[in-house]
T-cell receptor
Framework: DIQMTQSPSSLSASVGDRVTITCRASESVRVYLNWYLQKPGQAPKVLIFSTSNLQSGVPRRFSASRSGTVFTLTISGLQPEDSGTYYC?????????FGQGTKVEVK | QVLVQQWGAGLLKPSQTLSLTCSISGGSFGSYYCSWIRQSPGKGLEWIGEISHSGSTNYNPSLGSRVSISVDMSKSQFSLTLTSLTAADTAVYYCARELLADNAFDYWSPGTPVIVSS
């Protein structure tokens, strides 16, 4: 199985801050990396698909990139509604696997 | 507008079988896979398996032969069966649509809490 490792596991930032979350794959997943945000009591919601493509309806303050097997999600100008847990997920091979999550608190 | 709904029993005893059904409406039937995913506090998000509109399946080897996913094309419904339940199977179970073009889970069901307890 491809292991997905996220860092940090949690962070606290202020409104307007720039926030970066990293996801490292244990082997190549090419561009098949997605990012999700999950709020308490809800299903995850896709933000970014295939490394850097913004899902329809997702604010442009979300962006993402890749360097080899390291993927980065950036929030430029953190907003209160961005709080929740962020997950990366690889769809390159089965079993499809998720990172352990990064909990974001907005101060 | 795509709508994903699911239903099935949520309180089961050890050794029993979990059966959940998922309905995905509003999309082009042949353009996506349906995946089952579960989430427990101890193990985060775990992909259980997927099925195509033609019935082609992939499963998570961690579940061995206990898992089976099927499709009823006439109703756009997908079913999950998980046998020989233990407390470790306690989780919230989701079904999710994965567009073949995007390879991401773009629509999810609200989830069904499943508790396995004697």
């Amino acid at each position: 199985d491809i292991q997905m490792t996220q860092s940090p596991s949690s962070l606290s930032a202020s409104v307007g801050d720039r926030v970066t979350i990293t996801c490292r794959a244990s082997e190549s997943v090419r561009v098949y990396l997605n990012w999700y945000l999950q709020k308490p009591g809800q299903a995850p919601k896709v933000l970014i698909f295939s490394t850097s493509n913004l899902q329809s309806g997702v604010p442009r303050r979300f962006s993402a990139s890749r360097s080899g097997t390291v993927f980065t999600l950036t929030i430029s100008g953190l907003q209160p509604e961005d709080s929740g847990t962020y997950y990366c997920q690889q769809s390159y091979s089965t079993p499809k696997t998720f990172g352990q999550g990064t909990k974001v608190e907005v101060k | 507008q795509v709508l994903v709904q699911q239903w099935g029993a949520g309180l089961l005893k050890p050794s029993q079988t979990l059966s959940l059904t998922c309905s995905i409406s509003g999309g082009s039937f042949g353009s996506y896979y349906c995946s089952w995913i579960r989430q427990s506090p101890g193990k985060g998000l775990e992909w259980i398996g997927e099925i195509s509109h033609s019935g082609s399946t992939n499963y998570n080897p961690s579940l061995g032969s206990r898992v089976s996913i099927s499709v009823d094309m006439s109703k756009s419904q997908f079913s999950l069966t998980l046998t020989s339940l233990t407390a470790a199977d306690t989780a919230v179970y989701y079904c999710a649509r994965e567009l073949l073009a995007d390879n991401a889970f773009d629509y999810w069901s609200p989830g069904t809490p499943v508790i396995v307890s004697s």
